[in-house]
C-alpha cells in the first residue's frame, strides 16, 4: 500500500531549463506521458544555487538534475532515464534487441560521458577565456566519432526507427554544439537526426525555450 502511494505521487525534476542533463529527463517524461513538478536550480544565481547544503542532501554532486520518484531520489540523467522507462508504459526507450540496445547505450554513453562532461558549465568556468575553443574541440572531437557511428546505426532516429535514450542524449547535445558556434553542417547524419527528432512534439514541449524558469528573452 506504502509503496503504491508513492508511485501516484507526480516526480520532482530539480533541474535547470539550459542543462542538457536536465533536457534529457524532461524528454524521457515527455515520451512517456509521465506528469511532474519542476523546481528550478539556477546554476548561475546566487553563485549556482545547486552548490547549497540544502541541494547537496539531494545530489551529493551538486549538480542538475535531481529527481525524486516513487519514494528515492535519483540524480544521474541516464540512470533516470532506464528508471522511467522500466517503471512507466509507453514507448520503450531502450530496445528489447540486445544489439540494438547496446548501441543505444554506446551512443549515450559517448555522448554523456564523452562529450557533455567536458563542456558542461562547472568545467567552462574553470577553463576560463578560453572556454569556446576548448568547448568546439570536445565537442567536434565528439562529433567526429560520433558521425560514422550513427551512420551505421540510424535509420529515421539514432538506432533503427524508433525513438530511444540515443536521440533522447543526441538532441541536447546538438543544442549546445550551436550555443558553442560548432557547425553542425559538417555531421550531416548528425544534423538530419536532429531536424527530424525537433520536430517531435515530446522535443518540443521539453526545449530549453519552454520551460518555467527560462528567462523571457529566451522564450520561444
Not at 568547448?135 to 532516429?157: C, V, W
Amino acid at each position: 500500500m506504502h509503496l503504491s502511494f508513492l508511485s501516484l505521487a507526480k516526480p520532482v525534476l530539480h533541474g535547470y531549463f539550459r542543462s542538457s542533463c536536465s533536457w534529457r529527463v524532461r524528454i524521457a517524461f515527455a515520451l512517456k506521458g509521465v506528469e511532474y513538478d519542476q523546481v528550478p536550480v539556477n546554476l548561475i544565481r546566487d553563485g549556482g544555487q545547486q552548490l547549497t547544503q540544502e541541494y547537496k542532501t539531494l545530489n551529493p554532486m551538486q549538480q542538475v538534475p535531481a529527481v525524486e520518484i516513487d519514494g528515492i531520489t535519483l540524480s544521474q540523467s541516464l540512470a533516470v532515464i532506464q528508471y522511467i522507462d522500466e517503471t512507466r508504459p509507453g514507448p520503450r526507450l531502450l530496445p528489447a534487441d540486445p544489439k540494438k540496445r547496446a548501441q543505444v547505450r554506446m551512443i549515450s554513453d559517448l555522448i554523456a560521458s564523452g562529450i557533455q562532461p567536458l563542456q558542461n558549465l562547472y568545467v567552462i568556468q574553470k577553463i576560463g577565456a578560453e572556454k569556446m575553443q576548448w568547448s568546439q574541440h570536445f565537442i567536434d572531437r565528439g562529433f567526429q566519432a560520433l558521425e560514422p557511428i550513427l551512420k551505421q546505426t540510424a535509420g529515421k532516429y539514432c538506432v533503427g526507427d524508433e525513438i530511444s535514450m540515443a536521440d533522447i542524449c543526441l538532441v541536447p547535445q546538438v543544442y549546445n554544439a550551436e550555443r558553442f558556434k560548432v557547425d553542425v553542417g559538417q555531421y550531416p547524419t548528425i544534423k538530419r537526426l536532429n531536424q527530424a527528432l525537433l520536430e517531435i512534439e515530446a522535443f518540443k514541449v521539453s526545449h530549453p525555450s519552454r520551460q518555467p524558469d527560462t528567462p523571457a528573452d529566451l522564450c520561444a
